[in-house]
């Protein structure tokens, strides 16, 4: 499965990005989405996931009720809504897929990483 992550860019504080991840068939049928990150000097973290189906979500406590997570269906595209950033979501943004239909936390198949930067 091969992910295309797009939409990073650097922005103020307080400002608003959306990624996007695009699989370029069916690749994503049946299988939960992820958003990851990773800053300079820090291991990979989990930032958001969302069901196959779409009807649950989840977040990392930093992001929780600033990001959201949805997926497009049809066009297999899934979309993370950054909102009122903070400079230490400074990282680079991977997307992966989960062989499964819930979240799990995990990655199985991941994209090429986008660089989001947020200045203060």
């Known amino acids: 499965v091969q992910l295309q992550a797009s939409g990073g860019g650097s922005v103020q504080a307080g400002d608003s990005l959306r990624l996007s991840c695009q699989a370029p068939?069916?690749?994503?049928?049946?299988?939960?989405m992820d958003w990851f990150r990773q800053a300079p000097g820090k291991e990979r973290e989990f930032v958001a996931g969302?069901?196959?189906?779409?009807?649950?979500?989840a977040y990392a406590e930093s992001v929780e009720g600033r990001f959201t997570i949805t997926r497009e269906y049809g066009k297999n595209i899934v979309h993370l809504q950054m909102n009122n950033l903070k400079p230490e979501d400074t990282a680079v943004y991977y997307c992966a897929a989960e062989k499964s239909m819930i979240v799990g936390r995990r990655g199985d198949y991941w994209g090429q990483g986008t660089q989001v930067t947020v200045s203060s």
């Open positions: 068939e069916r690749a994503i049928g049946g299988y939960a």
């Open positions: 969302i069901s196959f189906s779409g009807g649950t979500t």
